[in-house]
């Protein structure tokens, strides 16, 4: 168990609906990031908050948002769903804080099917 | 721009082989931070280790061990005496020095290890 929670695990949803995901990272955490994995694709990275504030933006679809509240819980939002949206969407965190990198723990995994 | 390179993309051994999983990175920055990570067929994504650029001595955990070579911008993974439970795909990643930003990872090698 990585300490890194994320809902829902599975959702279905039809082309055109809006679906958020959930992320909470571990405890004293500060970064957290998105990443998306399509079928036999590798990680592709969307964006990276860091204690509220957006920090890097990645291959984010416009049709993609996100933030990260005072909690440190993070919220993936996406809309106008696409067929080609059905991926496996990781939420991670990062124990670092300041310039050096620490490592990401990633939650499980949020499994959306767009039919 | 902060590029991985994982030119294999699957690689199939006989327990009890071993096995090398090559990674090789571009970067600008002095300063980097070079990850490996395990994906199982479950899904979830486990870290394994993590090497800053001024450390290149190589490091061994278990069967685990792992090349450094700045002077190739190599960063390989080598697994002693395979296991079937080694079957996954591997990623190699990179950060630069910067709040951990442009976290990227490589496209993956699928290992699979037959018994």
């Known amino acids: 168990d990585s300490g890194v929670t994320q809902t829902p695990k599975h959702l279905i949803t039809a082309t055109g609906q809006r679906v958020t995901l959930r992320c909470s990272p571990r405890s004293g955490d500060l970064s957290v990031y998105w990443y998306q994995q399509s079928l036999d694709q590798g990680l592709q990275f969307l964006i990276q908050?860091?204690?509220?504030?957006?920090?890097a933006k990645g291959n984010i679809l416009e049709r993609f948002s996100a933030q990260q509240f005072p909690d440190l819980h993070s919220e993936l939002n996406l809309s106008s769903l696409e067929l080609g949206d059905s991926a496996l969407y990781f939420c991670?965190?990062?124990?670092?804080?300041?310039?050096?990198?620490?490592?990401?723990?990633f939650g499980e995994g949020s499994r959306l099917t767009v039919l | 721009a902060q590029k991985v390179t994982q030119a294999q993309t699957e690689i199939s051994v006989v327990e009890k082989e071993d096995v090398t999983l090559d990674c090789v990175y571009e970067?600008?920055?002095?300063?980097?931070?070079l990850f490996w990570y395990k994906q199982p067929p479950s899904g979830e994504l486990v870290f394994l280790i993590r090497r800053n650029s001024f450390d290149e001595q190589n490091e061994i955990s278990g069967r685990y061990s792992w090349n450094f070579q700045k002077s190739t911008s190599s960063f390989n993974f080598t697994i002693t005496a395979s296991q079937v439970v080694d079957s996954a795909v591997y990623f190699c990643?990179?950060?630069?020095?910067?709040?951990?930003?442009?976290?990227?990872f490589g496209p993956g090698t699928r290992l699979s290890v037959l018994p």
């Open positions: 990643a990179l950060s630069g020095d910067n709040y951990g930003q442009n976290f990227v």
């Open positions: 970067t600008r920055d002095t300063t980097y931070y």
């Open positions: 991670a965190s990062s124990p670092r804080t300041g310039r050096i990198t620490g490592e990401l723990f």
């Open positions: 908050y860091y204690n509220g504030e957006e920090r």
